[in-house]
């Protein structure tokens, strides 16, 4: 690897892993002159050595020690200077430095990467009294004059620490103050703790007397320590807020409400400690609210929602346009959700909260999430902290089922109808088999964001009984949520693709949402078959979905918030990974036509659009409709013998074609070539449809 480097400009660097003996010489560092054993950039025409670390340094930076400006690397001390000394630990330095020629300010690399003085990652007490550890004193109280915390020089009083052999005290709160904050007042950077140099305060425009302040490096703008932090910040009192009036004459004020993020003309109410400006209305905003558009208990509103939220989303949870961060959000603080004001007190109703000893032990009440678990643990072992659960009993079988972690590409989970992963389990008495989301992580009732009433997991009663997905529209045996009050019903390969806020597909670079309007919730309430028929005028506005280019009219589709990409919950679903008689590979679901030509499927050997989604083996070149690689009924297991009374012989589900329409039902003669009954026993050739089994059910 040959690099060029700033501190030896005539000949390119090359990386070497291992140093060179010269004349048996002890190798040196150009830059910070010591000694060489591992990596390192070497110049083949002159002797001049690199750590590697030194090679990679960076050309500027900036350091607490040296705030208003950013030191610049340089490969030697300035050429004016009769000596260069380290303005830290008062060495010499002679070869690379970092200096900054407003201040004449230098640091030698060692001291500019001295571990804990670089980052922003130390408390307030680590830096303001390095020489001796502090003590932390929960309970004494300081009633003398004259003893004042060492940061903000306010009397002490409560909960401190303290250095007594040098009589250092700071209060509990001053010592563990954040490395780094934001603050609406300066919303477009950081704050940084820092040494104070008796510098001025740009909120209160009074000189700062404290040891610490808060310091932008970029704009130079610093807070006090008490400005940085006023009483009142997000209290849960909001008397602390007043009415604005124009100085100068009675006009109203245009403003950006802190609160809700909304424009406003009037007469605002404001609080100066806070520096918050909002609506009258905005005073009185629930601090917390639940959502039926979010699966968590709560979300709670903050006025910076840089000071709550580690990673910030920045689009809304509800009507997904964009957040600003900048001003008051609701946001959840079991995840990443966030929502704006307005959408939040659209969609939620206010929570009731239980005081605590103090605020960070409130809870909410909630009852819409009754967690009873779907199975009782039978065994379970543990691997260092980890529990594992080796054997189970699911409702929804017979038997015990056993976690296993090998897997045959061809299982398919009894619960969900899709290729199974590892682990899961399985039944060893008979042919079952269920992934562990569908096992354990399944709760046996769940509130639904778009349905008003609790979904209850339940089995398929009866070997050969099919329930239709209200959501996708397809046939299936498996693991079901059904409402008890209305018709709905969702089998759960539906129900885990839309149970969170957003849906992540891999047809599309974008995550995908359930559109969060007032006709999307109420599309499931009582009446119908789950989903009400759609108006006149909403039949104009049926989207089609991207991935099979079919109008879905159960209006049950995703969207993305960036793009015009709309996917129906049937192509939502399909399976990753297929199987199919004509071919011996896997077929995998294809989102785009790599090649530029008319492609057929090989199966009903028709031609598809290169546009749509297909199944394909790269190794066969074998492309197929989704419909022709899965079948009719993708999600019906075959099987489920079951006896009935008026025939002999047990009878298993079979799915016929059109290649066995000369096996003639039984019952009604017509050749059979969907869904039936066939008898188990291969000297019978009793065969019935399966919409037939209720005219022999009738003759029982």
């Known amino acids: 690897m040959e690099v060029e480097h700033f501190s030896h400009p005539d000949h390119p660097l090359i990386l070497i892993n291992q140093v060179l003996e010269y004349s048996c010489e002890l190798v040196i560092c150009s830059g910070c002159e010591g000694p060489i054993w ?31 400006h950013p030191l610049h690397l340089l490969a030697k001390p300035p050429s004016h200077y009769t000596g260069c000394v380290c303005d830290r630990c008062d060495k010499t330095c002679n070869s690379f430095v970092y200096h900054c020629s407003f201040c004449e300010f230098d640091l030698d690399i060692k001291c500019a990467f001295q571990p804990g003085f670089s980052d922003a990652d130390s ?62 007042l300066h919303p477009e950077h950081p704050l940084v703790l820092l040494p104070n140099h008796d510098t001025m305060c740009d909120f209160c425009n009074e000189t700062c007397y404290e040891n610490f302040v808060y310091c932008c490096f970029v704009c130079e703008f610093t807070l006090h320590i008490k400005c940085a932090f006023p009483p009142c910040l997000d209290a849960a009192d909001q008397n602390h807020f007043r009415r604005l009036l124009n100085p100068l004459s009675l006009k109203s004020i245009s403003f950006t409400c802190n609160a809700c993020c ?182 046996r009732q769940k509130k639904w964001q778009y349905h008003e009433n609790q979904l209850i997991l339940s089995w398929n009663q009866g070997e050969h009984h099919l329930h239709k997905c209200g959501v996708c529209k397809q046939y299936f045996r498996g693991l079901i949520y059904f409402c008890d009050v209305c018709p709905l019903c969702v089998d759960v390969r539906c129900f885990k693709s839309i149970l969170k806020d957003s849906f992540k597909h891999g047809g599309h670079e974008h995550p995908l949402y359930l559109p969060a309007d007032r006709k999307s919730i109420l599309r499931c309430r009582i009446g119908g078959r789950g989903v009400p028929p759609l108006l006149a005028d909403d039949r104009e506005n049926i989207p089609h979905c991207s991935g099979c280019c079919v109008s879905e009219e159960s209006k049950v589709f995703l969207k993305c918030a960036r793009c015009d990409f709309k996917l129906g ?68 297991k075959p099987g ?20 066995y329409r000369s096996q003639a039902c039984d019952t009604c003669g017509e050749p059979c070539d969907d869904l039936a009954l066939e008898c188990t026993d291969p000297n019978c050739s009793f065969i019935v449809h399966r919409q037939r089994v209720q005219c022999l059910m009738s003759l029982w």
């Open 569 to 636: 919950m049937k192509c939502a679903t399909l399976p990753y990974k297929a199987r199919h008689e004509y071919d011996d590979h896997p077929l995998f679901l294809t989102y785009i036509n790599e090649n530029n030509y008319q492609p057929s499927c090989i199966i009903c050997e028709k031609d598809r659009d290169p546009k749509l989604w297909f199944y394909r083996c790269e190794e066969c070149d074998f492309d197929a409709h989704p419909e022709c690689a899965l079948g009719k009924y993708p999600y019906v």
């Open 123 to 184: 408390q307030a007490h680590q830096f303001a009294h390095k020489d001796h550890p502090l003590i932390l004193n929960e309970e004494q109280e300081y009633h003398g004059a004259g003893v004042v915390c060492s940061l903000c020089k306010e009397p002490m009083s409560g909960p401190s620490y303290s250095c007594t052999s040098r009589n250092v005290f700071l209060h509990k709160k001053c010592a563990e103050l954040p490395p780094e904050i934001k603050r609406h």
């Open 38 to 68: 591992g990596p390192c950039y070497s110049c083949t025409c002159c002797y001049f050595f690199l750590h590697k670390q030194c090679a990679e340094l960076p050309r500027e930076i900036k350091r607490r020690i040296h705030p208003r």
């Open 262 to 443: 909304t424009d406003g003309d009037g007469f605002p109410f404001g609080c100066p400690m806070c520096q918050l400006v909002v609506h009258e209305e905005c005073i009185s905003l629930p601090r917390t609210l639940k959502t039926a558009l979010h699966h968590h208990p709560r979300i709670i509103h903050a006025y910076h929602p840089q000071q709550c939220i580690e990673s910030i989303n920045k689009y809304c949870g509800i009507c997904r346009r964009e957040v600003d961060s900048n001003y008051g959000v609701y946001y959840c603080p079991d995840c990443d959700f966030v929502a704006h004001v307005d959408c939040s007190r659209e969609y939620g109703d206010s929570a009731t909260e239980i005081a605590g000893e103090n605020e960070e032990e409130q809870s909410v009440v909630v009852d819409d999430q009754l967690m009873k678990p779907s199975f009782r643990i039978v065994l379970e072992i543990k691997h260092g902290e980890e529990r594992i659960i080796v054997e189970i009993k699911h409702f929804s079988h017979r038997h015990n089922l056993i976690l296993i972690d090998k897997v045959d590409d061809d299982l398919k989970c009894d619960g969900c109808m899709l290729p199974i992963s590892t682990p899961f389990y399985s039944c060893a008495s008979c042919n079952f088999f269920l992934d562990k989301t569908c096992s354990i992580e399944l709760p």
């Open 640 to 659: 489920g013998v079951r006896t009935y009374p008026n025939h002999p012989h047990p009878l298993a589900l079979v799915v016929k074609t059109e290649d």
